[in-house]
């Protein structure tokens, strides 16, 4: 059963093995993939493929960002970000209330 705990040494251990350099241009490269995999959904919407790769390539980004917020040291603060991004938004969003 994996956990938060072993998830993160698991990207730290990414890291270790590959360099932050190249981990940092696998951002590049996956959020490419995400963006393609995006265009072949809209393309056919109902093709259940497309839709398993938008999920793979969203997982892949999720795991790039993960691995982007331990580099900079900004997991706390990505956090603290996210949070006043919701708040913000629940407030423009109608019958949301924060
Ligand atoms: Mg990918």
Same mark, same amino acid.
């Given at each position: 059963? *994996?956990?938060?705990?072993? @998830? /993160?040494?698991? &990207?730290?251990?990414? !890291? +270790?093995?590959?360099?932050?350099?190249?981990?940092?241009?696998?951002?590049?490269?996956?959020?490419?993939?995400?963006?393609?995999?995006?265009?072949?959904?809209?393309?056919? *919407?109902?093709?259940?493929? @497309? /839709?398993?790769? &938008?999920?793979?390539? !969203? +997982?892949?980004?999720?795991?790039?960002?993960?691995?982007?917020?331990?580099?900079?040291?900004?997991?706390?603060?990505?956090?603290?970000?996210?949070?006043?991004?919701?708040?913000?938004?629940?407030?423009?969003?109608?019958?949301?209330?924060?």
């Amino acid at each position: 059963m *994996w956990d938060s705990e072993k @998830e /993160l040494n698991v &990207l730290k251990g990414a !890291i +270790a093995t590959y360099g932050e350099d190249a981990q940092e241009n696998m951002v590049f490269e996956e959020v490419g993939e995400l963006l393609q995999a995006l265009v072949k959904r809209r393309r056919n *919407w109902a093709g259940l493929a @497309e /839709l398993e790769n &938008l999920a793979e390539e !969203i +997982a892949d980004v999720e795991i790039c960002l993960d691995q982007l917020k331990i580099m900079h040291g900004i997991r706390s603060l990505v956090s603290e970000k996210r949070l006043q991004k919701i708040e913000r938004l629940a407030s423009l969003v109608k019958g949301v209330r924060p």
